[in-house]
């Protein structure tokens, strides 16, 4: 009997790839340049995860006649100019990569992203890293609702034809958390990026993994092909 097809479904920013640098510089210089004032870092990490839009908004939720759009294009741009200044601040997390190989190995396993960064941003990582080849399909704040929508994980499972039974979505925020149970998915939470344990958990997570190599031990249905995490 042919084994059935499983997805599993990563965040990128916290998750795969350490760019908080980049991210609160970026947001800080984005602040600066529109005279508001500035977030601390603390309060930007809380908002990784989210679209940029969304994140902008939650940011400036109590501060009036705040310009989003204009904020976002001034992130953007000085995004891009810390990016091509030192691109060693969005660093790949160890155990990242020899996770993603052991997924790949697999003939009955897709891999996927659902991510709140840009396309754009996601090609320029992906191409930097040697990344492209492992993801079968890629959800981004371009095409999907912010998370905790669902859209990007009934998105992935749209493209991939792989059911909801067997599908994990793992992530280091409690939007991920959420997004993976909105969309009725098991739903992994990782310690090493930008939300607390104690966070992922109340969010909802089945599961809190400390390093990658925790991840095979919480995906049965993969790796052993029998009861999934309850």
């Known amino acids: ?33 529109h005279r508001i004032p500035v977030p601390d870092k603390n309060s930007i990490r809380s908002i990784i995860g989210l ?17 989003v759009s204009a904020l976002c294009d001034a992130y953007k741009t000085a995004f891009r100019q810390i990016r091509e200044d030192d691109d060693e601040l ?22 996927g992203m659902a991510t709140g960064k840009s396309r754009r941003g996601v090609d320029v990582l992906c191409e930097r890293e040697s990344l492209s080849n492992y993801f079968s399909t890629i959800q981004t704040a371009d095409t999907s609702p912010s998370k905790p929508d669902p859209h990007m994980i009934s998105q992935a ?21 959420v997004m993976g149970r909105n969309a009725r998915v098991v739903s992994l939470g990782v310690s090493w990026g930008y939300h607390g344990v104690d966070e992922l958990l109340r969010a909802g997570a089945h599961g809190i993994a400390d390093e990658f190599s925790d991840l095979e031990a919480m995906m049965p249905k993969v790796f052993n092909d029998i009861s999934r995490v309850a």
């Open 1 to 33: 009997m042919d084994k059935e097809l499983k997805l599993v479904i990563f965040d990128c920013d916290g998750t795969l790839v350490d760019s908080q640098a980049m991210i609160v510089q970026a947001m800080q210089q984005a602040f600066i340049a």
């Open 51 to 67: 679209s940029l839009d969304q994140a902008i908004e939650q940011l400036c939720v109590r501060r009036n006649a705040v310009n």
């Open 90 to 111: 969005e660093p790949l997390y160890p155990g990242a990569v020899d996770f993603l190989d052991k997924l790949a190995a697999r003939d009955d396993v897709l891999i």
């Open 157 to 177: 499972m749209m493209e991939t034809g792989v059911d909801r039974k067997n599908t994990y979505m793992i992530g280091d925020t409690s939007y991920d958390v």
